[in-house]
């Protein structure tokens, strides 16, 4: 069976479609070669080697596609975005943010197709319907619908990065879902942030706002004036990019990451330490139970560990127990560590000593309504 484009459903050649535009490689940003991986929320990705970023292509994109609406999408965003990720003030004028929520949303559909097809035969990905979709607004320069989109300052070391997070629509004393209903959006480029969400679940769509207080440049509602709200920095960006930034208009209802994607198994007690469960399924790392005890007064930290594959993890503690926030190479987890604000403590006992940051305000000031 001939391969067809994702957007359109061409049989016509298809063709090697950039994720983020190459425009970026010309713009002044940090082009040394990073390593790069695709994969699911909180489990082991695929590596995809190391080199220079905005490089990574896939090939299901059609030659007009990619030549045609794609292109008109990029155009815009390298005009109006440009000058924002280098840090310098600006404004996305209303005439733009149609174009500018397009373009992140046609962004992040289109990193998801790194992804391999052992991966997207298990579920892993959205819908096709939202790639069809969004190819029949092609001309009309705007997102699909049910969509909010923000912009916002981003002040930390990573140079680039796209995630995508499934979420639910919890009702108060209702049992999640057994699927999603919407997905969050997160991209990062030098200073700018852009974060939207799509409920693809229609008739549950909220009216969405951010813990950080970001603009909101669609729906419009005018020009959006850059930087504004919070900066975020990378000691909140995992939480961010994890879909637990979002604040609800309706009282009883609640727009969170869906928990069958986002969270591991839950941890137990094994003598004087807490057993957790890794990402990669086969093993198990452990922190020291007074850690529990900290998090019941409040007190929440963060530190790096390692299972046997070998892969490194960083693992924050929180009112409902460890979370999993990133899972990389020993030196990648050591830098985001490095990264965390925050006062460094070693906790010494019979297994050793064990070191840790205690994680500030902004961290216990997330889990807040």
Known sequence: MAATCVFCGS??????????????????????????????????????????????????????????????????????????????????????????????????????????????????????????????LRDELRPLPASQFWAGQYEGVRGWSIRVTPLAVRVDGLPELDRPQAYAMTIVLGQLVLQGVRFTTASLQVELSTRLELPEFWPPAGPVTWPSGTPLHDGRFLDFAGGKNFRSTEQHIQVQPWQRATELEPSRAVGGMIELPTICGKHVVYYPAALVGEAMRGRFYAFGTTCECPMAYLIHTEPDGAHCKAADTAEGISELYEALPGEEYEIEDDDGSFWCKRLPSPFQQKMEP
């Open 11 to 136: 049989a016509d050649t298809l063709t090697g479609k950039h994720v983020l535009g190459d425009w970026l490689s010309k713009i002044g940003l940090d082009l040394d070669p990073v390593p790069h991986g695709a994969g699911w929320l909180n489990r082991i990705g695929r590596e995809l080697g190391v080199r220079p970023p905005f490089r990574q292509k896939v090939r299901d994109v059609c030659g007009d596609c990619n030549h045609g609406w794609m292109s008109r999408l990029e155009v815009a965003a390298q005009r109006v975005l440009t000058p924002l990720i280098l840090g310098h003030p600006g404004r996305i004028e209303a005439a733009d943010q149609g174009a500018i929520a397009a373009w992140v949303q046609k962004t992040a559909l289109t990193a998801m197709l790194v992804s391999s097809e052992a991966d997207r035969d298990r579920g892993y990905g959205l819908p096709v319907s939202e790639y069809r979709e969004l190819y029949a």
